[in-house]
């Protein structure tokens, strides 16, 4: 059964930076794709950043264009985590940020939500100005 779990919430100034956490246990690092997303309050959840491992330890990510440039994400595939590294916080950031596991199809590329099979609880990311 494969479970995940996020840590590393909390609340920043506008600008500042905090780092997420998302362990994942019983999982096929290798060729398999990881994800972060997000929900605003009143907002349907987004993508933010997904990456892949290859066979050949060959890594892919992808971005959405809100956070390009200021996320980072990456995967220590010894410890079984993937991170979200985010700087220039901004308000419009605030929101509970999930981890996602097991791609169903390749729209984990675009970062759609439905193409993923496991979740996370999320943890909340509050930026305030």
């Known amino acids: 059964q494969v479970e995940v779990a996020e840590s590393g919430g909390g609340s920043v100034r506008t600008g500042g930076s905090l780092t997420l956490s998302c362990a994942v246990s019983d999982y096929p690092w290798g060729g398999n794709a990881l994800g972060w997303f997000r929900q605003a309050p009143g907002k349907k959840r987004e993508g933010v950043a997904a990456?892949?491992?290859?066979?050949?330890?060959?890594?892919?990510?992808f971005y959405a264009d809100s956070v390009k440039g200021r996320f980072t994400i990456s995967q220590d595939a010894v410890k079984n985590i993937v991170y979200l590294h985010m700087t220039r916080l901004q308000p419009e950031d605030t929101a509970i940020y999930y981890c996602?596991?097991?791609?169903?199809?390749?729209?984990?590329?675009?970062?759609?939500?439905?193409?993923?099979?496991?979740w996370g609880q999320g943890t909340q990311v509050t930026v305030s100005s």
């Open positions: 990456t892949h491992l290859g066979d050949g330890y060959e890594v892919l990510t």
């Open positions: 996602a596991a097991g791609a169903l199809d390749r729209g984990w590329t675009r970062l759609q939500v439905e193409s993923w099979m496991y």
